[in-house]
């Protein structure tokens, strides 16, 4: 799985869009781009996922660049709650029993500031 | 039944201790997984089990000993821990049909050796 280098912490005010940058130059054609959230002693939680498209859900948007050595997770409306570390991942998505397990960088601590 | 339930959440134990972590689901995922995370670090993979056969053992020391009695319920059983031992252990599930996208994470035990 091709590696990933995040920012180790970031500030955003509340009510603002959190963007929250990922570098992975050596990602390779059928890697795809995750993002997973951790808040203070929780468990990780997924947010979102794509392949070289622009992705948007609930929680949040995804963008990836045209060449997609690069990321960018959007929080349109940060809030208190979005305090967390954010840890963006890539890895091939097998179907099956072919996948290899999710492994966590060090990921990226949003600080929400009110 | 979307969830990842681990219990105890708090478990305080002595170096000569034997005590036993528990994590159950209910979602069909026949992959389970322990992680380990120390204080402001990632979480970091210890065992894998697919189809309740142990498939991934990341060097872990012996006085950790995981078990699948079933495709819903994974246990790590504790011996002999150390003081560096303590941590937040996490629990979670995954079904291959999702890949990276389908991991749910229980929200952990707090584990203190003393």
């Known amino acids: 799985d091709a590696k990933t280098t995040q920012p180790p912490s970031m500030d955003c005010a509340e009510g603002r869009a959190a963007n929250l940058p990922c570098n992975h130059s050596?990602?390779?054609?059928?890697?795809?781009v995750y993002w997973y959230r951790q808040i203070h002693s929780q468990g990780p939680q997924y947010i979102i996922h794509g392949l070289k498209n622009n992705e948007t859900n609930e929680m949040a948007s995804l963008i990836i660049t045209e060449d997609r050595k690069s990321s960018t997770l959007i929080l349109p409306h940060a809030t208190l709650r979005d305090t967390a570390v954010y840890y963006c991942i890539v890895r091939v998505n097998r179907g099956g029993s072919g996948n290899t397990p999710l492994v966590f960088g060090k990921g990226t601590r949003l600080s929400v500031i009110a | 039944d979307t969830e990842v339930t681990q219990t105890p959440k708090h478990l305080v134990m002595g170096m000569t201790n034997k005590k036993s972590l528990k994590c159950e689901q209910h979602?069909?995922?026949?992959?389970m997984y322990w992680y380990k995370q120390k204080a402001k670090k990632p979480p970091e993979l210890m065992f894998v089990?697919?189809?309740?056969?142990?498939?991934i053992n990341e060097s872990v020391p012996s006085r950790f000993s995981p078990e699948c009695p079933n495709s819903s319920l994974l246990n790590l059983h504790l011996h002999a821990l150390q003081p560096e031992d303590s941590a937040l252990y996490l629990c979670?599930?995954?079904?291959?049909?999702?890949?990276?996208?389908?991991?749910?994470f229980g929200s952990g035990t707090r584990l203190t050796v003393v």
């Open positions: 050596t990602i390779s054609g059928n890697e795809y």
């Open positions: 089990y697919s189809y309740e056969k142990l498939s």
């Open positions: 979670a599930s995954s079904t291959p049909r999702r890949g990276a996208n389908g991991y749910t």
């Open positions: 979602m069909g995922h026949r992959a």
